[in-house]
């Protein structure tokens, strides 16, 4: 049986099989073949095979094939042999991986597919472009919310009828999307439209539309340098506020153009609810604070008014502006153009009452008489606006028949707010009038030009480049100021954003890009580009052209490489092109975070994106600290949330960790050196003596915002100190430097005798004594921090003869050791910085906005209602420090009801002394304020990875060691 031949474990203990067997079944299995596979005897047998080359090789049939040769199937490059093929190794892709991953298309910003149609042609636009007396450059300025956006929103409805739309408006220059999520704009954005006056003449209006959060200042600063005037949006209810003062400010100090749009008027009727005559003074006291700013900032400047043209009424929302000679005209045009509309408009404002009966003007208010404004303009404002939202259809469909303005069956049951939009689009029309005083009251390029270049070149007025500048020749040398970089749409590159002041730049042109650092002597910030493309800004498109004359605004591609924030361009064989002044800004950055990749592996993608944010951001900077975390500054906590999303999710796409946010701080004396501290050169051969003392008050502002600076020369420098501040001459004319870079708030004073110092070989080291002081004030003794408001005192020096003895390593090393032991000898105190904070809530909230603030080491300086609303504006000032949190702690104290805003004010002493030893700082505990100088000078060394003491053998002599210890009473 078949069963016996295998043992219990199923092997085979059978007997042998035969050769006869053996072949019985190779003959069975040649039979099972199907008859396709057998080879025909007629078929020649190819006993060759190929090798690739093509050469046959004969095959060898008896051949062993070893079991790892033998191939049983055709494998992927023989059946699909024109597919590539991916070998993958196990385990060299994460699970979370796909082995062919989906193409990723990085958009950031909502951009037009093509360019959308308008009411003029793109061809007429370039055209307008060689005519500057119809050019216009403004920017739109103001505080958050008054409605700048909308303003922008309400022109671009007008010039694009893709977008035109009664519902809702298209927040056109928000075309990032997280400025459409926070619903508030984070970047200046360039936009140019064809407008025509009421005339029907047609001008080139390049509007720059700018955040109004005062973490944002820098964007309008940067927008201010490329405009020739600003519109100033006021909120008819808010009225003048924070960011409102500072763009005042801001423009007025620029010697700009000022011409005012208050907005959102609708506010009084629909909201506060207050009689026309109310309305009128509250629209009065918000003019009258607009012009006391700009007169207290510059008294030449133009008083804004209704009467002369430069104010204007409106509301965003419902579409309508109006100023008082367009609203005369509209009343003229209605009687039949009977009488003079401008004589008209001037008697519309002011005190100025109108006699319905006997139809006459008075300067006197009598009985029967009203106010001519209230009269002409508010009250049937007020009619319009009640008989649109509260009558019925039937009523209102007649009341609209006697203004002339009809409308369709369907139209009358539309909801309040977009039948108010289509009635008042019937009633004003364009917005020819807020086009009108632009063009009047803001001057062309051509005519601005003059005080532009006297403003922002810092070569000779008198040179040829500069008279071309003045002229706005575009046939002169090319000069293009850069004002700002705009990233792409997919975040990989930037265009470089400016204003042509002469010549004319071309497409394919090669220019010399100029740095914030390039001067004629030092040329080592430059670089030679190509201008790949030109642009005209559009917002959410881009009109690509071939040339830009001068007195135009231009969005460049391919010079970009070489720009940090702001250039200078010029021609490419221009050797004689000065730089245009860096932007100066109104606020500081100060509040700074450590970032650092979650993968150590991914720092290089990091540092690339911290480039790019530095590009991105006018304000924005970014370092590497002593200890070698990366850190970044900025002006607030909204402002550096945006950097981070910007870091994360724009130009890295990785994960970073983010230390709490901290302050910078600076380094000041509070008297003047006790004793004359010097220092010797390390070959013995040199000896400084310096001493330290504080500035007058007052100087480090005028030298930080350029009111007086090193290269104005020996004399008007001086001329500035003797006559406003009583330097006697020869202190004021001895001024070597300011520091750091030369317009930091230090100043180096060359104060020696000449009987007892060789002025001649102390002027051949002047350039490194200045370099050592630059260092000093760059980082200070106590925590490494910038040096502020400090006088150093140059009183004695003992110079080798031979130059080789005094070189730059043995000068420049000294000065910094003296500077330092000057300054430690001057009672040194550490400055923090401090916010001015606006608080606007309702009377009931006033206490808790005070509690919160007293809890923060806050005061306040100002409580103030604010005329015709229910609100109070609190003013304070908060400490950055103890700033973190506040608005979430102020609303949660306030049900939500206080809104609050912080910017940059100045800067503090901290209370305290930093080096006093007995001082005890206890961890978990709050320090009383008499220790906080001293708690923030050891945890900013320790963050910095120093030790927690000043050491003083690093700063100080040996020789003045020993003096100091006979000195009775004094340790150290």
Not at 192 to 198: D, E, F, R
């Amino acid at each position: 049986m078949e069963e016996d031949q295998y043992d219990e474990f199923g092997n085979y203990i059978g007997p042998d099989v035969s050769d006869e067997e053996d072949e019985e079944q190779r003959e069975m299995s040649e039979d099972d073949q199907p008859n396709g596979d057998k080879m025909e005897e007629d078929e020649p047998v190819n006993e060759n095979r190929s090798e690739p080359n093509g050469a046959l090789v004969p095959v060898n049939e008896q051949a062993i094939v070893l079991q790892e040769d033998k191939k049983y199937y055709p494998n992927a490059s023989e059946l699909y042999p024109e597919a590539e093929v991916m070998v993958q190794d196990e385990d060299t892709q994460a699970l979370t991986v796909p082995i062919i991953a989906p193409i990723k298309v990085k958009k950031f910003e909502v951009t037009e597919e093509g360019l959308p149609n308008t009411t003029y042609d793109k061809n007429y636009l370039a055209s307008l472009m060689d005519f500057p007396d119809l050019i216009r450059n403004v920017a739109f300025v103001g505080h958050l919310h008054h409605g700048k956006t909308s303003v922008v929103d309400n022109l671009v409805q007008q010039t694009h009828p893709k977008f035109q739309s009664l519902d809702r408006l298209p927040r056109y220059t928000d075309y990032r999307i997280d400025e459409q999520q926070r619903e508030m704009s984070i970047k200046s954005v360039p936009l140019s439209l064809v407008l025509p006056t009421h005339n029907e003449k047609s001008y080139l209006l390049n509007i720059l539309d700018t955040p109004g959060h005062v973490n944002f200042s820098d964007e309008m600063t940067a927008a201010l340098r490329a405009c020739d005037g600003a519109v100033i949006v006021v909120d008819a209810v808010e009225g003048v506020m924070a960011n409102t003062e500072r763009a005042v400010k801001h423009a007025a100090l620029d010697g700009l153009a000022i011409v005012l749009l208050i907005n959102k008027v609708d506010r009084l009727i629909l909201e506060l609810k207050i009689p026309p005559e109310d309305a009128y003074f509250k629209l009065r006291h918000t003019i009258e604070e607009v012009n006391m700013i700009i007169s207290a900032c510059n008294a030449d400047a133009p008083r804004v008014s209704p009467e002369l043209g430069n104010v204007c009424f409106g509301s965003s929302l419902a579409g309508w502006t109006f100023t008082l000679p367009s609203f005369a005209r509209m009343y003229s045009e209605t009687y039949g153009n009977t009488f003079d509309s401008e004589a008209l408009s001037k008697r519309l404002w002011g005190e100025y009452f109108y006699n319905p009966h006997k139809k006459t003007f008075s300067r006197k208010n009598q009985e029967g008489m009203s106010r001519s404004f209230v009269h002409f303009i508010l009250e049937p404002l007020y009619k319009i606006y009640s008989q649109v939202v509260g009558e019925e259809p039937e009523a209102l469909k007649r009341t609209l028949e006697s203004l002339g303005i009809n409308l369709k069956k369907s139209e009358f049951n539309l909801n309040s707010k977009p039948l108010l939009k289509l009635v008042f689009t019937h009633f004003f029309g364009n917005w020819t009038g807020f086009v009108d005083m632009i063009v009047k009251h803001i001057p062309s390029p051509n005519h601005a030009a003059k005080k532009k270049v006297e403003m922002t070149y810092t070569g000779p007025l008198t040179s040829p480049l500069a008279q071309s500048m003045i002229a706005a020749d575009p046939k002169g040398p090319l000069m293009i100021q850069i004002c700002k970089l705009y990233s792409s749409p997919d975040a990989s590159t930037f265009d470089a954003f400016g204003r042509v002041l002469s010549g004319t730049v071309r497409k394919g042109q090669t220019v010399k890009v100029l740095g914030s650092k390039y001067s004629v002597d030092e040329q080592d910030d430059m670089a030679m580009r190509e201008v790949n493309r030109i642009f005209i800004g559009e917002g959410r498109y881009k009109i690509e052209i071939d040339r830009a004359p001068a007195g135009n605004w231009v969005v460049l591609e391919g010079v970009e490489s070489s720009i940090l924030k702001t250039a200078t361009i010029t021609d490419e064989n221009n050797e004689y092109a000065f730089i245009f002044r860096p932007l100066s800004f109104n606020t500081a950055s100060v509040v700074k975070i450590a970032v650092e990749p979650i993968n150590p592996s991914e720092l290089p993608k990091m540092i690339e994106a911290l480039r790019k944010v530095d590009k991105s951001y006018p304000l924005a900077q970014s370092k590497v600290e002593e200890s070698g975390e990366h850190v970044i500054l900025g002006t607030g906590e909204l402002y550096l949330d945006c950097i981070l999303h910007d870091l994360r999710v724009m130009y890295s796409d990785i994960e970073v960790k983010v230390s709490d946010p901290v302050v910078s701080f600076t380094e000041t004396v509070a008297e003047t050196s006790s004793l004359k501290c010097f220092a010797e050169t390390p070959n013995r051969r040199n000896k400084f003596m310096m001493i330290a003392e504080p500035l007058e008050k007052g100087i480090a502002e005028d030298i930080e915002k350029g009111f007086v600076q090193i290269s104005m020369g020996k004399n008007k420098v001086a001329n500035h100190f003797t006559s406003k501040y009583g330097w006697d001459e020869l202190s004021a004319r001895s001024i070597w430097a300011f520091g750091p870079e030369s317009h930091g708030a230090n100043i180096l004073i060359d104060d020696t005798i000449p009987g007892e110092v060789d002025k001649k070989l102390l002027y051949s080291c002047k350039n490194n004594i200045i370099a050592g002081f630059d260092w000093q004030t760059k980082e200070g003794p106590l925590c490494g921090e910038p040096v502020r408001n400090v006088k150093y005192r140059l009183v004695g020096a003992s110079l080798a003869p031979e130059a080789i003895l005094r070189g730059g390593s043995q000068i420049t090393s000294t000065t910094l050791r003296v500077s330092h032991s000057a300054f430690l000898m001057a009672t040194p105190r550490l400055m923090e910085p401090v916010f001015a904070v606006e608080v606007q809530a309702p009377a009931d909230c006033i206490t808790a906005v005070f509690n919160v603030l007293s809890r923060r080491r806050g005061h306040v300086t100002q409580e103030i209602p604010k005329p015709g609303s229910p609100l109070y504006t609190v003013k304070a000032f908060l400490p950055v420090i103890d700033s973190f949190g506040f608005e979430t702690d102020l609303r949660s104290h306030t049900q939500g009801q206080a809104f609050c805003l912080s910017v940059f004010d100045h800067w503090q002493t901290v209370p305290g002394d930093p080096l006093d030893k007995s001082i005890i700082l206890r961890p978990l505990e709050q320090s009383p304020i008499p220790h906080l100088a001293r708690e923030f000078m050891i945890k900013t060394r320790r963050r910095k990875g120093l030790s927690e003491e000043v050491s003083v053998n690093k700063y100080f002599d040996e020789n003045l060691l020993a003096e100091l210890n006979k000195m009775e009473g004094f340790s150290l």
